[in-house]
């Protein structure tokens, strides 16, 4: 459902991304694996329209989406859950839950969703009244989610959802998108923690210095040595 | 004596009002978009001479005189945000501020408004717009007020009211705020983040031109009356410059603290006194007296 083909991206100077073809079947988990400073994010945001292609094309749905601006993305169908913390802190929970629903403000239907999240992390339910900054990072995290599930997506972009969190909770946290995907979206994992990321996936990229190394179905490179080596730390 | 103290302090309040609603609308282009508005007393006093304007020529009712200056400083807010301020983001150059350059833009938006108003020919003469209220003044205890310092409370109250309820009821305004809060996240969720930076200026500009329109009956307009705005300046950072509600109280304090230096000092220091302030605040309390910390600012 979403294609990209022979991509290209820099940040002034410096090259970022080089020729990424990459794809995601309807109704699967895929993941992008890469170290620091491989081009994960940025190729994210390529498909987001946050970072301008230097070449190649994106396709979705078999319409060609390059070059569109960030909210007719998000119209489309494809919402990102970005890196970090990127939260509304001095809006309440639900408030920041809210505006995940921006695009289809005049369609309604908000209250049906509300339910909908508060299911996936009743945390946020019991939190909905308070200030989204006082929430953990954990909690930041799932919020985030859920602000992009309020959107109703097509197709979810998930960056290092990972990042920071104990182990404990990545576990929880990869039951979540594990329900997510399997109520209907289809998603693309950005991940460094390589073996919960195979391990929740059906294919995946191994991305490096802004290029494509390797691809194959998860379960392959869980068997990779290289991949081993490199990424599972055996 | 208390009943001068009681009179100064009526009196500070109607003024302050006034400072409080220019202080909103410098605060609220600050927190959305890092930008200090030089232009803001410019704006105060195009919204004063659109006043007139629309009472002179268009003979239009008071309530009417509000709308048509609200609507044309929105106009011009947002227009100055699209056309200028759009044109210097899209100059920026990664690992460099371009803040410096949008405050200076303001500057030159400030000198461009006053000489474009000098060079109409009905601002030669120096005028006043007829007081909204005629008629008795009425008495609160034994403190008078005149009835013109009412409707000018009214409108002030009225306008922060409905400036409330739409930063906080309305997905709008929550989506203003999710903006200035985190304009990458916003982005992400498809809220139009150029479009919401024009919406904030287009309202600053607006709340700017009522305070104007209730300031021309009480000043004589020039092309000059900008300078006013250092008072909202100096009541924005007794709220430490973030705080809405901090606005209106310190515009509330600074309206007072005017009228009791003038009591007790004498009139030739009110015009010091917001500069005291400023640098009292700045040096002993630069969060402002809501303020709980100097908040670092994130990008
Ligand atoms: N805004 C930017 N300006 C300049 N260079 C950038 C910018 N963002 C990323 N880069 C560079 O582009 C390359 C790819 O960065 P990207 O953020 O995509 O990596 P990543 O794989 O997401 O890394 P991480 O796992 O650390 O998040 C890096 O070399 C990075 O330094
Ligand atoms: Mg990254």
Redo the contacts between chains.
Sequence with gaps: MLELSGISAS??AIRALENVSLSVAAGRIVCLLGANGAGKTTTLNCI?G?VPLTAGRIRFEGEDITGWP??RI??RGI??V?EGR??????TVA??L???T??R?RKGGAARDFERIYNYFPRLRERARQPAGTLSGGEQQML?IG??LM?QPKLLLLDEPSLGLSPLLVQQLFGIIARVHADGVPILLVEQNAAVALAASHHAYIIENGEIRLDGPARDLEQNEEVKAAYLGA | MTLLILQAIASGVVTGCVYALIALSLVIVYKSTDVINFAGGEIVMIGGYAGMLALLYLGLPYILIFAFAAIATFALGALFDRIVLHKVLGRAVPGQSILVAMVIATVGLSYVLKGGVRVVPYTEEVRRLPPFFTGEPIFIGPVVVQRQDIAIIVVAVVVMAALWAFFSLTLTGKALRATSQNPRAAALVGIPVRRMRMTVWGIASALAAIAGVLLAPKLLMTPDMGVIVILAFAAAIIGGFASLPGCIIGGILLGVIQNIVGLYVGSNAISVAPFAVIMLILALRPQGLLGGRVAAKKV
Excluded at chain 1, 86 to 91: A, K
């Design positions: 940040y002034g987001s946050v960030i909210d998000v119209a919402v990102q970005p990127e939260i509304f802190p001095e809006l408030d920041n809210l505006l995940g921006w695009l403000r985030m602000r992009a959107a």
